[in-house]
């Protein structure tokens, strides 16, 4: 059975990193049948944020990923937790740790530790000094009974705790064969000895994860490549408590066009930000899918299911993908230009009402035809706030932006009150699309005027931007939301300006 699992640290928000771990760890499960465990590594208690796995529940679920042990979402959407390896949170398996850090000192694998901050300060100082790479120096190793039993009366007669730390073997090699980056060899005198039980009776993220992972019966932990100088601690460690160890697929980091590592700053990369400003979360899934993994064929657009139907570890690239934003815009665009038209209006008028616009008041014919005219350009939701507002109320702008380029102001008044006319006798049901571009071509060349010279002013008057949908799209939406005198108001204000 494929077990594999997402263990992040609640630190309060989902960094795009976290989401390509879990999206490739999902789709490893599900192409495999598998199982998906969701654990939450909190052993780092400073970092700990209130509502935290809610908040990571709820992103995962916009963009599709589900788990199916540990944690989830209920109906009344509080946590639950479910699944029979559980407590799912590290917290809440101190005992467990314990039990068996104890169980390696008793076997002389692991041992305690009474070295001061300050000593431990100075010996990395040393070290620096000397350009040797920071390593405790195995003090406390050889301690004699006596002696721990004496640093154990002092330290609890002033409230201390030791630290437990482990006796990597001084000899031999650590060989990690990873499902992405191969074979890599750690001779094992370089491995520190490394704290397993903090002195807040806390455990190590190694010890924690190694224990974990082998409770949860997890057969593939897979994870971001920043992990691969942990993963020969984790092996020495499945060798002490003589377990078979899981296997392993390191991800190669994301970085940024300029090759730079990816921020860490919240804002630039959290999904929900992401989700916030308008990125769908198909475009999302499909960009985050293709930071490392690749389908070896011409297709860049994948849903879910055919990712799932697809997902093969053995095509992971070893080399570091790059996080290039035009690509999601552009993915963006395509997902957005697909969506149905209940979906993009129910998307949009939140959009709309946090710009005051009372979306209420407007048929949804209007609000439809908006969008239908917008989304071609659209390369994320959010922009329906900025660029839509002509629509609604009428557009200001420099009067220059009225005068087409071979013409001058008397000329566009002087169009201008052509149309004025041509629009108070159209027809009512002759302003739709189609009908309003013959008319309008008729009425030029019976006139003999050129297409720009009123149609630029036209355009303009509608939008006030020097670049919008044409005239006979824009004059059709907007009798839908504002009928003849809306249109007609346009373009007065037009003439006014001219004058
Ligand atoms: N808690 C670690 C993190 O925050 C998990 C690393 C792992 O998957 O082993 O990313």
Same mark, same amino acid.
């Given at each position: 059975?494929?077990?594999?699992?997402?263990?992040?640290?609640?630190?309060?928000?989902?960094?795009?990193?976290?989401?390509?771990?879990?999206?490739?760890?999902?789709?490893?499960?599900?192409?495999?049948?598998?199982?998906?465990?969701?654990?939450?590594?909190?052993?780092?208690? $400073?970092?700990?944020?209130?509502?935290?796995?809610?908040?990571?529940?709820?992103?995962?679920?916009?963009?599709?990923?589900?788990?199916?042990?540990?944690?989830?979402?209920?109906?009344?959407?509080?946590?639950?937790?479910?699944?029979?390896?559980?407590?799912?949170?590290?917290?809440?398996?101190?005992?467990?740790?314990?039990?068996?850090?104890?169980?390696?000192?008793?076997?002389?694998?692991?041992?305690?530790?009474?070295?001061?901050?300050?000593?431990?300060?100075?010996?990395?100082?040393?070290?620096?000094?000397?350009?040797?790479?920071?390593?405790?120096?195995?003090?406390?190793?050889?301690?004699?009974?006596?002696?721990?039993?004496?640093?154990?009366?002092?330290?609890?007669?002033?409230?201390?705790? %030791?630290?437990?730390?482990?006796?990597?073997?001084?000899?031999?090699?650590?060989?990690?064969?990873?499902?992405?980056?191969?074979?890599?060899?750690?001779?094992?005198?370089?491995?520190?000895?490394?704290?397993?039980?903090?002195?807040?009776?806390?455990?190590?993220?190694?010890?924690?994860?190694?224990?974990?992972?082998?409770?949860?019966? *997890?057969?593939?932990?897979?994870?971001?490549?920043?992990?691969?100088?942990?993963?020969?601690?984790?092996?020495?460690?499945?060798?002490?408590?003589?377990?078979?160890?899981?296997?392993?697929?390191?991800?190669?980091?994301?970085?940024?066009?300029?090759?730079?590592?990816?921020?860490?700053?919240?804002?630039?990369?959290?999904?929900?930000?992401?989700?916030?400003?308008?990125?769908? %979360?198909?475009?999302?899934?499909?960009?985050?899918?293709?930071?490392?993994?690749?389908?070896?064929?011409?297709?860049?657009?994948?849903?879910? %299911?055919?990712?799932?139907?697809?997902?093969?570890?053995?095509? *992971?690239?070893?080399?570091?993908?790059?996080?290039?934003?035009?690509?999601?815009? #552009?993915?963006?665009?395509?997902?957005?230009?697909?969506?149905?038209?209940?979906?993009?209006?129910?998307?949009?008028?939140?959009? #709309?009402?946090?710009?005051? *616009?009372?979306?209420?008041?407007?048929?949804?014919?209007?609000?439809?035809?908006?969008? $239908?005219?917008?989304?071609?350009?659209?390369?994320?939701?959010?922009?329906?706030?900025?660029?839509?507002?002509?629509?609604?109320?009428?557009?200001?702008?420099?009067?220059?932006?009225?005068? #087409?380029?071979?013409?001058?102001?008397?000329?566009?008044?002087?169009?201008?009150?052509?149309?004025?006319?041509?629009?108070?006798?159209?027809?009512?049901?002759?302003?739709?699309?189609?009908?309003?571009?013959?008319?309008?071509?008729?009425?030029?060349?019976?006139?003999?005027?050129? $297409?720009?010279?009123?149609? #630029?002013?036209?355009?303009?008057?509608?939008?006030?931007?020097?670049?919008?949908?044409?005239?006979?799209?824009?004059?059709?939406?907007?009798?839908?939301?504002?009928?003849?005198?809306?249109?007609?108001?346009?373009?007065?204000?037009?003439?006014?300006?001219?004058?």
């Amino acid at each position: 059975m494929i077990r594999t699992r997402f263990a992040p640290s609640p630190t309060g928000y989902v960094h795009i990193g976290s989401l390509r771990t879990a999206l490739f760890a999902f789709l490893f499960a599900r192409h495999n049948n598998g199982k998906l465990v969701l654990r939450i590594e909190d052993t780092d208690q $400073n970092r700990k944020v209130e509502g935290a796995v809610e908040n990571l529940i709820q992103v995962m679920r916009a963009v599709g990923i589900n788990f199916d042990e540990g944690f989830y979402l209920k109906e009344d959407g509080s946590v639950g937790e479910r699944g029979e390896f559980g407590p799912y949170l590290q917290s809440k398996r101190l005992d467990i740790y314990h039990k068996h850090t104890e169980q390696l000192i008793a076997e002389g694998k692991a041992y305690y530790c009474f070295c001061s901050e300050a000593r431990l300060d100075e010996l990395r100082k040393e070290q620096t000094a000397l350009k040797k790479p920071p390593m405790y120096d195995r003090h406390c190793r050889s301690l004699s009974a006596a002696d721990v039993k004496k640093n154990f009366d002092e330290f609890s007669a002033s409230g201390k705790k %030791p630290v437990v730390r482990f006796a990597t073997p001084l000899e031999g090699q650590t060989v990690i064969e990873d499902l992405i980056y191969g074979r890599i060899v750690y001779e094992n005198k370089i491995l520190d000895d490394q704290v397993l039980l903090k002195s807040d009776g806390f455990p190590t993220y190694h010890l924690a994860v190694v224990v974990d992972d082998h409770f949860m019966q *997890i057969s593939h932990v897979i994870r971001g490549e920043e992990w691969i100088p942990s993963t020969p601690k984790h092996l020495l460690l499945y060798q002490a408590f003589c377990w078979q160890p899981p296997k392993f697929a390191h991800l190669p980091l994301t970085l940024n066009p300029d090759k730079s590592k990816l921020s860490k700053r919240q804002g630039d990369v959290a999904v929900e930000d992401f989700l916030k400003n308008g990125y769908l %979360p198909e475009a999302l899934v499909n960009f985050v899918a293709f930071l490392g993994w690749n389908p070896k064929t011409e297709q860049e657009i994948f849903s879910m %299911p055919e990712l799932i139907e697809q997902f093969d570890l053995g095509k *992971i690239n070893k080399a570091a993908p790059i996080f290039d934003t035009n690509k999601l815009d #552009w993915l963006n665009s395509h997902y957005i230009r697909g969506l149905q038209p209940e979906v993009l209006l129910a998307a949009a008028k939140p959009i #709309w009402s946090e710009k005051n *616009i009372a979306v209420e008041n407007y048929p949804v014919e209007f609000l439809n035809s908006i969008l $239908n005219l917008e989304k071609e350009r659209l390369k994320k939701l959010s922009q329906l706030g900025e660029g839509t507002g002509y629509y609604f109320n009428q557009p200001e702008y420099e009067n220059g932006l009225l005068i #087409w380029k071979k013409s001058d102001a008397a000329d566009a008044k002087a169009k201008l009150q052509k149309l004025q006319e041509f629009f108070e006798r159209l027809d009512d049901k002759e302003f739709s699309r189609d009908i309003l571009e013959t008319k309008l071509k008729k009425f030029i060349s019976e006139n003999g005027f050129d $297409n720009g010279s009123v149609l #630029w002013p036209l355009r303009v008057a509608l939008s006030g931007l020097e670049k919008s949908p044409g005239p006979f799209d824009l004059a059709a939406a907007l009798y839908l939301g504002h009928r003849r005198n809306g249109i007609l108001e346009r373009i007065n204000a037009a003439i006014s300006k001219l004058s």
